[in-house]
């Protein structure tokens, strides 16, 4: 589709009549209307706390809302369009350089426009988290009193970095990621939009998708990189954005990777066997790859735990918890930091002894029951716990394995058609070898040697 750089700057009025013309173009294109929004569906929609906030009506009689999500999903924007529909003054803070001085400044002014002239303030406070306890406290009064309807904007877990008071006295609304169709709407909309490159330039569809990858989610990200690539491509004398501008303008190099196509497959799979084989080098250089074309650092995570699990399993139990706090981890810190926890987890589980004793005995135990090698629970086992259970000889010489030496019992636990069956058979590497030992011990116990 064609795209054109305007040739001189658009001077178009934003959400409060500010003059954006020289603005970057992430803030050219910020929506002004809750129509022009993209993404965050469920948390706007119809009937939602959020939807009804949007709505025109008093201020006075919205709530503080501390919104939670990752860069670049609409939290400024919500913010502004509360603001504009409750007729609000906007107030705007960021956290990384303001202090208490400025937080109070701002809640007495606030305080002066509502009472002098019955004016109401919308305060947007930028990275919430960043404020320590005493910043977030000097925000307290503006919010008990009504002077201030507070916007608190967080890529942080707010139940860790908000003061239990603001967060009592706030709506909490989680943001998500805006999916690839979200983000490329967004590109389409700043390609043909007056307020944005307004037509010059066209962008070729496999420059779109790595617009979209190295975007992660993130609409600023997206925007800011394609102006950066057509300024890139204007300079270079052509009319067509490709993937060599964006990599130019990214200081990305190109990595060929389709999250539905080969490469994604190729990949994982040659990740997960270099774990499997041991090589964390090879391993961290498919973990680069993924990272670098924009793939899901918590698809990655999920993968490491199947694969502590499947190819570590018993050799080694730690490390199926070290996937999982891995995960909780991504989930919680998100990119750029997440690739710190996934190459850890990735060089531990590539150098943990291997087995996949759990795996091959799951299967094989399903493998009979596919095939209808199902028998019947022996007497002793069934549940007795019911009237007239012993009648039916339900749970008759059931012996309990604590009262018994070792805390063993010589007895038989399968199904009579299946009672030589095994299953589990346990590999000497790593703790499994301890394992091996014990089980030989008790299957002699159990007459099944």
Partial sequence: MPIHLPKTPVMTDSLFDQDTGGSPLAVRMRPRTLDEFVGQRRAIAQGSPLHKLLQPGDTDTKSSVILWGPPGTGKTTLAQLIARAGSAKFMELSAINAGVKDVRDVISAAQDNKSLYGVSTVLFVDEVHRFNKTQQDALLPGVENGWVTLIAATTENPSFSVIAPLMSRSLLVTLSELDDADVSS????????????????????????????????????????????????????????????????????????????????????????????????????????????????????????????????????????????????????????????????????????????????????????????????????????????????????????????????????????????????????????????????IRTLLGRD
Avoid: C
């Avoid at 926890?341 to 091959?360: E, R, V």
């Fill in 186 to 441: 967004v590109i389409s909309k700043a390609i043909i939009d007056p307020r944005g490159l307004n037509g010059a330039v066209t962008v070729n569809e496999e420059a779109t998708q790595m617009l979209i990858r190295l975007a992660g989610g993130d609409a600023r990200r997206a925007l800011t990189v394609l102006e950066a690539a057509a300024g890139v491509a204007l300079s270079n004398s052509h009319s067509e954005i490709n993937v060599d501008d964006i990599s130019a303008a990214s200081d990305h190099n190109v990595v060929r990777y389709d999250k539905a196509g080969d490469q994604h497959y190729d990949i994982i799979s040659a990740y997960i066997k270099s774990i499997r084989g041991s090589d964390p080098d090879a391993a961290l250089h498919y973990l680069a790859r993924m990272l670098e074309a924009g793939e899901d650092p918590r698809f990655i995570a999920r993968r490491l735990m199947i694969s502590a699990s499947e190819d570590i399993g018993l050799a080694d139990n730690s490390m199926l918890q070290l996937a999982v706090a891995a995960a909780q981890t991504v989930a919680l810190i998100g990119m750029p930091e997440a690739r710190i926890t996934l190459s850890q987890a990735t060089i531990a589980l590539a150098l943990a002894p291997k087995s996949n004793s759990a795996y091959l005995a799951i299967d094989n135990a399903i493998a009979d029951i596919r095939q209808g090698d199902i028998g019947i629970v022996p007497a002793p086992l069934r549940d007795s716990h019911y009237a007239r259970a012993g009648d039916l000889g339900h749970g008759i010489g059931y012996e309990y394995p604590h009262d018994a030496p070792g805390g063993i019992v010589a007895a038989q636990y399968l199904p009579d058609a299946l009672k030589t069956a095994t299953y589990y058979r346990p590999t000497d590497r790593g703790t499994e070898a301890g394992l091996s030992t014990l089980w030989r011990k």
